[in-house]
């Protein structure tokens, strides 16, 4: 079937759904974090417990999400803007650099003053299109009692109550 519409026409239509972000978190099989910025987690299930997140299938970290058991969600406040930016560079180099976080009991690093951490248990992958969605069981999970939300939307970062430009 043809579409009418470009991708670029996709992106924009996409983007006037406003998302949080999260930086997925895991530690590959030599050890190295590896952490990325992703729009597109969402809960799957309450019983039991279910996320899931989408990963380019051209991230550098793909390997590492694929290649390990687990994965650490970081629920990002409007205060960690700087570390959306430097989890969604791609590169190669370590993006821990300077970075402070917390090793939790799956081993995967989760970020301090994020609005919640959960772990999980990773359960499936499918690809789908151009990505991969990860479904992930959540089997320890932390959340601070204040704090409002790093959003995303038209293209732009957001914050509660204001409109971009």
Not at 146 to 164: D, N, T
Request: with cysteine; proline share 5%; net charge negative.
């Amino acid at each position: 079937m043809d579409t009418s519409f470009s991708s670029r026409d996709f992106r924009n239509a996409l983007g006037c759904f406003a998302t949080g972000i999260a930086v997925m978190t895991t530690c590959d099989s030599d050890g190295r974090l590896v952490g990325i910025t992703v729009n597109s987690f969402a809960s799957v299930s309450l019983d039991p417990p279910l996320v899931s997140f989408c990963l380019d299938r051209n991230a550098l970290s793909l390997d590492s999400f694929l290649g390990s058991p687990h994965f650490g969600v970081n629920v990002l406040s409007e205060e960690q803007e700087p570390l959306s930016a430097a989890f969604a560079r791609s590169s190669a180099g370590d993006k821990f650099v300077g970075v402070p976080y917390e090793i939790g009991a799956t081993g995967c690093p989760l970020l301090p003053d994020s609005l919640s951490h959960l772990e999980c248990v990773r359960e499936a992958a499918h690809l789908a299109g151009d990505h991969l969605i990860v479904i992930g069981r959540v089997v320890r999970l932390a959340q601070r009692a204040e704090g409002r939300p790093l959003l995303y939307f038209r293209g732009r970062y957001a914050k509660l109550g204001e409109v971009p430009g």
